[in-house]
């Protein structure tokens, strides 16, 4: 199983990007999964960021990222997106996407609740 995260580049504050978490492997699907944004800047622990159950129906924020950053997923497509509008200088950190085996509506703030994990992806917003 294999996560991998893609999107992140240098943007000014208040652009956007859109990160993709798209998953490979010969039977791999994301579809039993509920998956999670996380990030980690310089010095900082890692903190979650957004997660999304396996169907969609639904979705948790960060309150630092609420009204800003909106989590979705198509399983056809084995990916999750993580789309980030109105960037601030703090947003700035490697994003990692996470995935859980998992049928229920319960989503996790905390790293140790996923068990796979991307190589993450450099987000970086400048003034």
């Known amino acids: 199983v294999q996560l991998q995260a893609s999107g992140g580049g240098l943007v000014q504050a208040g652009g956007s990007l859109r990160l993709s978490c798209a998953a490979s492997g010969p039977t791999f699907s994301i579809r039993n999964y509920a998956m999670g944004w996380f990030r980690q800047a310089p010095g900082k622990e890692r903190e979650f960021v957004a997660a999304i159950s396996w169907n969609g129906a639904n979705t948790l924020l960060a309150d630092s990222v609420k009204g800003r950053f909106t989590i979705s997923r198509e399983n056809a497509k084995n990916t999750v997106y993580l789309e980030m509008n109105s960037l601030k200088l703090e947003d700035t950190a490697v994003y990692y996407c996470?995935?859980?085996?998992?049928?229920?509506?319960?989503?996790?703030?905390?790293?140790?609740?996923?068990?796979?994990w991307g190589q993450g992806t450099l987000v970086t917003v400048s003034s």
């Open positions: 996470a995935g859980k085996r998992s049928l229920v509506r319960y989503l996790a703030t905390v790293t140790t609740y996923y068990d796979y």
